[in-house]
C-alpha cells in the first residue's frame, strides 16, 4: 500500500466516474429506443390506412387520430327523376303525374257547344291551381258551354296560364244565371295569371241587350246629339226572352272580370257581345293587355271594352276596341295608366269616369293616352263628373290622336248625368293638369266642349297642335264651348278655341281634405 500514490488514486477515481456515466446513457438510450418504435409503429399504422383511403389529404397524417376513417360504399345506380306533381285522385280522367298542362277534355269537357261543360273548367282549374306555371288548355276547333264559373285564389300557385284557342259561349238561358250576377269568367287573388291564345269568349249579348229595360243608364253626351230634323231618335227595344223561356235578369254580367290580382297579362284573345263589359279589371296592380280585341255592335247599351277600377299600373296597347259604350273606361282609384296604338269604333271613346256619383270621393291621377285612332265614335278623349262628387282628376295627357267622324272630339263635363234629371249640386270633383297635344282629323258635332264647374273650374288645362275640321252628316253643327275652362293654348287652334281662358280664376277655390286624394 505504501507505492499507492495520489496519481493512482486519482485515476482510478476517474475510471470509476466514466464507468458509471456509460451506465447511465445505456439505460437512457434503452428507455428512449423504446418509445421510438412505439411511435414509429403507430406512424407506419396510419401511414397503412391512408394507402387504402382514396383522396386523403397526405398532409394531415403528422397528428394523432381521433377516429377512423371509414371506407366509402360503392356507387349507388341514379335515382329516377321526380314526378313534376303527385298524381290526382277521385278524376275520372287523370292528367298524367308528371303534366303541367291541363287539356279540358281530360276533365269531361265536350266542346260541342250544347253540353254544359262548367264542371270541366273547375276541375282542371283546380288541378292547374297546385301546380306552379301550370297551364289550362281550352283547345281549338271546340266550342264549349260554360256557366257563370270563378277562377279563384289566393291559395293557387303563381305564373298560370289559361290557354284559350277554341271558343267559349255563354249560356242563353235565363235559369242559368238566377237573380242576376255581376260576371260570368271572373279570376280573383291571382299572381302572375296569364289568359293568352287566339281563342274568343261570346258572351250571347243579344238575349240581354233586346230584354233590355228602358231606363238603363244613357250617356250624357248624346243630350248634345241633335239630328237635323230636330227630332231625337226613339230606340225602345222589344223585350225578347232567353232561348229557353223567360225573361232575362235584370243585372247584367260582365263577360271577363279580374280582382285583386297582381301582374295579371291578357293577349291574343277576342271577347265579343258581352252582355254589358267585356273586360274589367277591379283592385289589380301591374295589368297588361296587348293584341286582344273586343267586337259588339255599335248600339249595344252599356257594353264599355276594357273597364278599369282602383287599379293601378295598367299598360293596354296594341287592340282593337269596338263596341257600344267606352272603348275604354277609366274609374276612381286608377293611377299610372298608359293606353298606347289603341284602334277605338264604334263606342263612345275613351273616358275618364263617370267620377263622384252619389257624392262619393273619386281618385284618378297619372293617365297616359297616346296614338290612338276613332272611328265613328260619339266622344274622342272625355272626363266626365257628376255633381256632388268629391277628390280630382289630375296629371293626365291625351296625344296624337286621331279622329274620323267623332261627334265629339274633345269633353270635359262636370255635370255628367245617365238619368233623365239629376239635382244640381255644388260640390264637384276637382279637374286639373289636363294636357291635349296633336289632336286632328274630323267632327261632325263639336270639336270641344268643356262644361267645368262654377265651385270647381277646370284648371291647367293646355292644348297644343289641335286640327278638327268640321263634317257635315245629318247632325246640328257647333262652335268650341266652354265654361269655367282655365289654362293656355301653346299653338293657335283649328278652329280657335277662343272660349278657353287664360291663366287661373281669379277666386280659385282651395280644395279641402275631401278634395285631397
Request: glycine share 10%.
Amino acid at each position: 500500500m505504501g507505492g499507492f500514490s495520489f496519481k493512482n488514486f486519482t485515476f482510478l477515481l476517474i475510471v470509476v466516474i466514466l464507468v458509471w456515466c456509460s451506465n447511465i446513457e445505456i439505460s437512457n438510450a434503452r428507455r428512449v429506443g423504446k418509445h421510438w418504435r412505439q411511435r414509429r409503429s403507430h406512424f407506419a399504422s396510419l401511414s397503412k390506412k391512408k394507402g387504402n383511403n382514396h383522396g386523403s389529404n397526405h398532409h394531415n397524417g403528422g397528428g394523432k387520430s381521433k377516429q377512423k376513417t371509414p371506407k366509402l360504399p360503392p356507387p349507388l345506380p341514379p335515382s329516377p327523376a321526380p314526378p313534376t306533381m303527385p298524381p290526382k285522385k277521385g278524376r275520372d280522367t287523370p292528367a298524367p303525374a308528371s303534366s303541367t298542362v291541363f287539356n279540358v277534355l281530360d276533365f269531361g269537357a265536350k266542346g260541342d257547344g250544347r253540353t254544359d261543360d262548367t264542371k270541366a273548367f273547375q276541375d282542371a282549374w283546380t288541378a292547374a291551381c297546385k301546380v306552379e306555371a301550370s297551364t289550362v288548355d281550352v283547345p281549338s276547333e271546340y266550342v264549349f258551354l260554360v256557366g257563370p264559373i270563378s277562377f279563384s285564389g289566393p291559395y293557387c300557385q303563381h305564373n298560370i296560364v289559361f290557354q284559350l284557342d277554341g271558343t267559349i259561349i255563354a249560356p242563353k238561358a235565363s235559369k242559368q244565371w238566377g237573380s242576376g250576377l255581376l260576371q260570368w269568367l271572373q279570376f280573383s287573388k291571382l299572381v302572375g295569371l296569364t289568359i293568352q291564345g287566339s281563342g274568343t269568349i261570346d258572351g250571347n249579348g243579344a238575349v240581354w241587350w233586346q230584354d233590355s229595360s228602358y231606363d238603363d243608364p244613357l250617356d250624357d253626351e248624346s243630350k248634345l246629339i241633335v239630328p237635323l230634323n230636330s227630332t231625337l231618335p226613339q230606340n225602345h227595344p222589344v223585350p225578347l226572352r232567353g232561348s229557353l223561356g223567360g225573361n232575362m235578369p235584370r243585372l247584367k254580367p260582365t263577360a271577363l272580370r279580374f280582382y285583386g290580382s297582381f301582374n295579371v297579362t291578357v293577349t291574343g284573345i277576342n271577347i265579343q257581345n258581352s252582355p254589358q263589359c267585356h273586360l274589367k279589371f277591379d283592385n289589380c296592380v301591374g295589368v297588361l293587355v296587348y293584341d286582344f280585341s273586343v267586337s259588339s255592335p255599335g248600339d249595344s247599351p252599356n257594353t264599355d271594352g276594357i273597364h278599369l277600377q282602383n287599379s293601378k299600373d295598367v299598360f293596354i296597347r296594341s287592340s282593337n276596341l269596338a263596341c257600344g259604350d267606352d272603348c275604354i273606361s277609366i274609374q276612381t282609384g286608377c293611377t299610372n295608366v298608359y293606353i298606347h296604338n289603341v284602334n277605338c269604333g264604334p263606342g263612345h271613346g275613351i273616358s275618364i269616369g263617370g267620377l263622384g256619383k252619389d257624392n262619393t270621393k273619386a281618385c284618378v291621377s297619372n293617365i297616359t293616352v297616346r296614338d290612338i285612332v276613332m272611328h265613328n265614335t260619339t266622344n274622342g278623349v272625355r272626363i266626365k263628373t257628376w255633381q256632388g262628387g268629391s277628390g280630382s282628376v289630375q296629371g293626365v295627357l291625351f296625344s296624337n290622336i286621331q279622329v274620323s267622324e267623332v261627334k265629339l272630339p274633345i269633353v270635359i263635363d262636370q255635370y255628367y248625368c245617365d238619368k233623365r234629371i239629376c239635382t244640381n249640386q255644388t260640390a264637384s270633383v276637382a279637374v286639373s293638369g289636363i294636357n291635349y297635344e296633336n289632336i286632328r282629323g274630323t267632327y261632325t258635332v263639336k270639336p270641344v266642349h268643356f262644361a267645368c264647374s262654377d265651385s270647381m273650374p277646370c284648371t291647367d288645362v293646355t292644348l297644343t297642335n289641335i286640327k278638327l275640321q268640321p263634317l257635315q252628316e245629318r247632325y246640328h253643327m257647333y262652335a268650341p264651348y266652354c265654361w269655367q275652362t282655365f289654362g293656355e293654348l301653346y299653338t293657335p287652334t283649328i278652329p280657335p278655341i277662343q272660349c278657353l281662358q287664360i291663366g287661373k280664376p281669379s277666386n280659385n277655390k282651395i280644395h279641402g281634405d275631401s278634395d285631397i286624394c
